[in-house]
């Protein structure tokens, strides 16, 4: 079976450069959720998108920019990186249909590893 | 590659009871171990992690997690659980940058009878 595909698997980038996180869903899940995780932390929610609109927004820096697109990929765009901003970034999908809630499991993709060096 | 199993796709327990959630692993060296909870319409919360050492995590809300390497698993207990600790329970093993990244299990949902 399918499941949540991100890349790249790991991206090593220099401060003050640029990175794009892309974020591929089960087929036919419509809503996406990106997390951040520092090492040894938890994860902290960054967006959410569902149905290609933003859901909801969670400690995302000004610095960052996410989108869903019209096949319900993601991409998280990350502008002027931070020698923080190096974690494990994963993204989850889900269905949620017309419910507030979903009650459909969470399905997550590998993560993207990034270092900002 | 590594992979999660979480063999339990729902349990229930009556409040107060004992809880133990299964989850087994299989990746080449000492992974790097993680318990994730899901409460219905919030967000992802860390329960406890391992990295190295003891082998008997303590995490938050009086979780904890036996790290077995004989038998590939880190299960989740709780000497009593309580109403609100209904949810969606993931296990997750990361290979510390290694080729395979993150894997998470299909999760445990969690239902707590009066």
């Known amino acids: 079976a399918a499941g949540v595909i991100q890349s790249p698997r790991h991206l090593i980038k220099e401060k003050r450069e640029t990175a794009t996180l892309k974020c591929y869903p089960i087929p036919r899940h419509d809503t996406v959720y990106w997390y951040q995780q520092g090492p040894g932390q938890d994860p902290q929610f960054l967006i959410s998108?569902?149905?290609?609109?933003?859901?909801d927004k969670g400690s995302i820096p000004d610095r960052f920019s996410a989108q869903q697109f019209s096949d319900y990929h993601s991409e998280l765009n990350m502008s002027s990186l931070e020698l923080g901003d190096s974690a494990l970034y994963f993204c989850?999908?889900?269905?949620?249909?017309?419910?507030?809630?979903?009650?459909?499991?969470?399905?997550f993709g590998n993560g993207t590893r990034l270092t900002v060096t | 590659a590594q992979s999660v199993t979480q063999p339990d796709i729902h349990i229930t327990v009556s409040e107060g009871a004992s809880l133990e959630l299964r989850c087994n692993y299989s990746y080449g060296a000492t992974p790097y171990l993680f318990w994730y909870v899901q409460s219905p319409g919030q967000g992802l919360q860390l329960l406890l992690k391992y990295f190295s050492g003891d082998t008997l995590v303590q995490g938050i809300k009086g979780f904890e997690a036996e790290f077995k390497r004989s038998q590939s698993s880190f299960n989740l207990r709780k000497p009593s659980v309580h109403w609100s600790d209904a949810a969606e329970y993931f296990c997750a093993v990361d290979s510390g940058g290694g080729a395979d990244g993150l894997t998470f299990g299909k999760g445990t949902h969690l239902i707590i009878q009066p």
């Open positions: 989850a999908s889900t269905l949620r249909g017309t419910g507030m809630v979903s009650n459909s499991p969470l399905h």
């Open positions: 998108f569902y149905e290609k609109m933003q859901s």
